[in-house]
């Protein structure tokens, strides 16, 4: 027992995947921080173009996620994952020569395909190559890569267009994105985990695009990313709105900070007690974050929230991620990994149209109340899936101990 506990988590491949996961998500988000600005100022469009710019690739995305670990499995998660990554690095390139607005729009659509295959990819050889009795610290360090990169993204994105145009801005971020590509180059899949599926007279099933019994946790968490899509899309805005826009800067480097304090400790716990002593009070502490942004009226309100929010909301991800990939048998990780993320951005691309309707009728304060509301009843729906799951087990076993008291 204690020998398994030994198992390292940080392996070369645990690094190489981690870092792909960053580089591909720190180019996404300079890119949803710079090209409404581009699309506004360069190609001469309006505000909702420059939206339309953003939600256009989270939707390809959504799109391709039922059938990425179906592509996965039949191409197997390694070779999967260096195409995926070979074909987003390729389109970032594009971006230096596409200067009108619709041609940008179908780049930003392939982008977007290649985008949730890679995602697919790294979250389900991330569950692959972590000790599977530290899964819960594992995929908390994995998920630091892209929680980081929320900050790292924008920040580069927006310093250097102080000092280059954008052409040279793309031109940076297709350098960048090489190295992602031979970081992906060098991870190692257990072999057992890399299943590939030969074409035949295969009888199709909702299996084969998403993993069913990841569908109620990940329901579960697309509430959770419908909330925190109402700070992603609005916290600058809202900051303008009570002239906090300089420590608004400092929001999510605050969030990334007591991020990574936390993580460590929660990812240990999780494994150690369980996912009800992490996810209950994350969502607390989550939504008491969202209620101080409501009340929010100075610079050190609006960066209690942050620190708040950071805690709560930033272990949330990998903790759901972990549970949805624990439903599924270990070859259907891919699946569950889709199942999960396919819910968990519609989550987010609801939240960015649904909220932007719900600030022009009742303002922003009363908006993060709403979202104080979704994260008490996303509580109550935890409190009612994990009693059904214990329930269910419980049968399980009482029919399992009855077959070996009758052998």
Known sequence: MSNAKQQPIWTKSFIGISMTQFMVFMIF??????????????????????????????????????FSANLLDKTGKKRGLILSVATFTVTTFFYIWIDEFIPLLILRFIHGLSFGVITTATGAIAADVIPHDRRGAGLGYFAMAMNLA??????????????????????????????GLIFSIIVHVPQENEITIKAGNHKFSPNDLIELKAIPIALISSFVSLAYASILSFISVYSDSLGLSAAASYFFLVFAIVMLISRPYFGRTFDIKGPNYVILPCLFIFAIGLLTLSFTGSAWMLLLSAGLIGLGYGTLLPSFQTMAIQTADHARSGHATATFFMLYDTGIAVGSFVWGLVVAGVGFQKLYMINVILVVVVIGLFLLYQSRQQRRTQAENKVYNEEQRVK
């Open 150 to 179: 929320v900050v790292v993204g924008p920040f580069i994105g927006l310093s250097l267009l102080q000092f280059v145009s954008f052409k040279m801005l793309f031109v940076i971020l297709s350098i960048l994105m090489i190295a």
């Open 29 to 66: 988000y300079t890119l949803l921080t710079t090209l409404p600005i581009y699309v506004i100022n360069s190609l001469g469009k309006s505000e909702a173009d420059g939206g339309l710019i953003v939600t256009v690739m989270l939707v390809a995305a959504i799109i391709v996620r039922p």
